[in-house]
Structure formats: C-alpha cells, structure tokens
Nanobody, 125 residues
Framework: QVRLVESGGGLVQPGGSLRLSCVVS????????LKWWRQGTGKEREEVAG????????KYADFVKGRFIMSRDADKNTVYLQMNNLKDDDAAVYYC??????????????????WGQGTQVTVSS
C-alpha cells in the first residue's frame, strides 16, 4: 500500500522560507513520478513541481521558478520542497503526489495516483 505523509507546513512571513517533507512508502521500484501540488482557498489544485524517476529531472511551475527547490533523498524515501521568498499567493494546502506511471497509463488514469493528506502553508505578516 502506497502511503505519503507530508509535514513542515506552518505560518511564515512574506519573504520567509519553509521546507516541506513527504515520506513515501510502499511505492514499487518502477517508473514513477513525484510531484508537489497546492490548493489555495477557493482555487483549483495546481502543480508546483515534479520529479520523474526515469530522467531524474525536475520541473517547476513558472510562479515558483527561482524560489522553490524540489529534491529527493532516496535513502530516506523522502521528497522535499524548499520554499524561499514566500509570497502571499503561496498560501495554500500543499500536497505530495506519487504516480506509478505504467499503472496510471494502463488503467486509463484510474489507478496508480497517490496523495498525502496535505500540509497548510500560511503566509502572513
């Protein structure tokens, strides 16, 4: 069973930093993708950053480029999102997402997508 547990959210002033963590367990050693998403109040969930296992490359949404850094510690089964120079618009619930890409594709996007419970990030002075 795949399980994702986020932590590290909290209250921070504009311009401050936070580091989110996501411990991933139960994910098979297959072609998978790890992503961070967020959902602000009254807004749709949006992708923040993603890391693919095959290429090991990381992609960022334009609105966080140069401020956020996604990384992974394979030994600890943990992915991180270092968030710097936080802005009011960054306030949201941040979710960790793991996707078993082959299963996701073969099942017609019905299986293979796993989510954590989310961690709240509040940006306020």
């Amino acid at each position: 069973q795949v399980r994702l547990v986020e932590s590290g959210g909290g209250l921070v002033q504009p311009g401050g930093s936070l580091r989110l963590s996501c411990v991933v367990s139960g994910l098979k050693d297959t072609n998978f993708a790890l992503k961070w998403w967020r959902q602000g109040t009254g807004k749709e969930r949006e992708e923040v950053a993603g890391l693919t296992d095959v290429k090991g490359s990381t992609k960022y949404a334009d609105f966080v480029k140069g401020r956020f850094i996604m990384s992974r510690d394979a030994d600890k089964n943990t992915v991180y999102l270092q968030m710097n120079n936080l802005k009011d618009d960054d306030a949201a619930v941040y979710y960790c997402n793991a996707r078993d890409v082959p299963l996701y594709i073969v099942s017609g996007q019905k299986r293979g997508d796993y989510w954590g419970q989310g961690t709240q990030v509040t940006v306020s002075s």
